[in-house]
């Protein structure tokens, strides 16, 4: 049986599973889902009912870091998982704190009583303290904290790209440019059609997805 990955294209949790799928050369069915819109084949997969889910043989992995460890556990030939321990910490770092003072500050609508700049401001610092701490990469190369932490990157600075552009990042800012003009970044953003039961096989990565 092909692993299922249940995926949709914007999500950042989606886009790093992708990207570690990618760089193992592990392939599986790509289905997108439609948030808005969720089937129910995917709700009954899904112990979240989120993005991403990976649904190989018995096992269903709904956390998309724990993804990535499963695609490169079965092939990892970059050496992503060969990573210094702080990367872990990074990573919790991003995934916690951060992705927290990210949301509050993107869908600060959604949090009436907390201050964005407040939270913007927090979000800052640690982009401030990753600057300080990457040259081209994380580490001495890239690992998985790079492609782990990347797509939250991404998504902060494109709430206000001026706003991130303008701040004594240079590092950090160069880091994130590398990766939007990547190969193996264009090669997780291809389009796919919603999924539906009566859908298509769709196999990712596929030719167009790599080009």
Sequence with gaps: MTPILYSFRRCPYAMRARLALVASGQH???????????????????????????????????ESLDIMKWALAQNDPMGWLDM????????????????????????HTRYPDLDPSVQRAQAAAFLTALN????????????????????????????????????????????????????????IMGKYPQWTPTSPTHLFPDQTSLK
């Design 132 to 187: 300080q701490q990457i040259t081209t990469s994380i580490f001495e190369r890239p690992t998985l904290a790079d492609f782990a932490i990347f797509p939250f990157v991404r998504q902060f600075a494109f709430i206000d790209k001026a706003w991130f552009d303008a701040q004594d990042w240079p590092q950090l800012q160069a880091w994130l440019n590398a990766h939007l003009r990547s190969d193996l970044f264009a090669g």
């Design 28 to 62: 599986v069915e790509l289905r997108e889902i439609v948030l808005r819109d969720k089937p129910q084949t995917f709700l009954d997969t899904s112990p979240s009912g989120t993005v991403p889910c990976l649904h190989a043989s018995d096992t269903v992995i709904d």
């Design 84 to 107: 210094p321990g702080e990367g872990h910490d990074w990573i919790a770092r991003s995934d916690g704190p951060f992705k927290s003072a990210l949301d509050r500050t993107k869908y």
